[in-house]
């Protein structure tokens, strides 16, 4: 329980706790990316006759998760599924509010508190 009290290691604590906290809203990002996002340029892509690398570049082809040519020249797009990005946001979102997905690092520190607290350090 000494070492929860020193700086360095609440420090790191707090970092790792950051850190994970930034990668949760980058996935959840991501989903509402999947769930919302818009095709317009797959459809561009689609319907396109001759479209150079640098314009491909710059498309939003987030939503995409294949893209065939066929023999014929026909291209065919098949996109993430938009009812499971709101699912996985929909699961996200609730453990937020129920405060169910508290990380190690909180618990640690929570426990530590409630020690200290106790005098049972």
Known sequence: MRLIKKEEIRKEIEHCSKQRRAEHQNISEGYYRL????????????????????????????????????K??????KFF????????LSEINLRENDGSSCSIYSAIEKGALALEADGLE
Do not use: N, T, Y
């Open 81 to 88: 599924d938009r009812l499971k990005a709101l699912d996985r």
């Open 72 to 77: 014929g020249g026909d291209i065919e797009i």
């Open 35 to 70: 769930a919302f996002g818009c095709v317009s340029d797959a459809v561009k892509l689609l319907f396109s006759d001759e479209i150079s690398p640098a314009e491909i570049e710059q498309m939003d082809l987030f939503g995409i998760s294949e893209i065939k040519r066929k």
